[in-house]
């Protein structure tokens, strides 16, 4: 586990940055895919962990979600408009997504439903971070904002690798798992002009480089 900022620490993972979780406090931000349950649990152990909250409920977030939680009597915490999907079996996989990756992510990264306890809205706080919501990737997509130090989880309104070839380098998530781009693109504008000290994304290395992260924003399509 490596630490970012203050309370911050990221779970190592293989690839390294392929798929992050993230730890705030004593709060598990997402849940990687079903098989990261064991890597999670390994180095949470000693922690006090006393809620987990998603980013958004797509398979790569939210797969040992209901293990996590479960094992750790934890309530489990995601925005107000994903959480249909997070407690629907069979809601979290992208409807466009080509049949043999469907078929990859259930058989391999879907974790069960699970009762979400609390849904996260614009304004909340968690882990002395606000709550922001950032749709269009997902209906209830949220980031987390801590103002004092500018640290952002970004989630995956934008990644910061290629995930096809894992090479750092910010992108647009995939059009396939995105049901609504244009929004989407409207959240990363609405992150950009923070400018983040520290953006930690889903995917990808953390950046500490507001200017970079500005400029893509800037080239995006403008719909």
């Known amino acids: 586990m490596q630490q970012l900022a203050e309370d911050v620490f990221q779970l190592k993972g293989w690839p390294p940055n392929a798929i992050n979780v993230y730890l705030l406090g004593d709060v598990l931000i997402d849940a990687a895919t079903r098989q990261g349950e064991r890597r999670i649990m390994r180095q949470l152990a000693g922690r ?8 958004h409920a797509h398979p790569d977030h939210q797969g040992a979600s209901h293990a996590i939680c479960e094992t750790l009597g934890i309530p489990l915490w995601c925005g107000q408009g994903d959480v249909p999907a997070m407690e629907v079996p069979g809601s979290v996989i992208a409807r466009n997504a080509p049949r043999i990756l469907r078929s990859f992510q259930e058989r391999f990264w879907v974790g069960p439903p699970h009762p979400v306890a609390r849904a996260l809205t614009g304004g909340d706080e968690v882990a ?17 904002w801590r103002e004092s130090d500018r640290v952002l989880i970004v989630g995956d309104v934008l990644t910061n690798m290629n995930l096809m070839t894992t090479v750092p380098g ?20 609405r992150l950009a002009e923070l400018r983040p000290a520290l953006a930690c994304f889903g995917h990808g290395p953390p950046l500490r480089d507001p200017d970079k992260l500005a400029r893509f924003v800037a080239g995006l399509p403008t719909d």
């Open 128 to 144: 002395g971070f606000s709550v922001l919501e950032t749709p269009g990737h997902t209906r209830g997509h949220v980031s987390f």
């Open 170 to 189: 910010l992108h647009e998530p995939p059009a396939f798992a995105t049901p609504d781009p244009a929004r989407n693109r409207a959240s990363a504008r």
């Open 48 to 55: 006090t962990v006393t809620a987990h909250a998603l980013t």
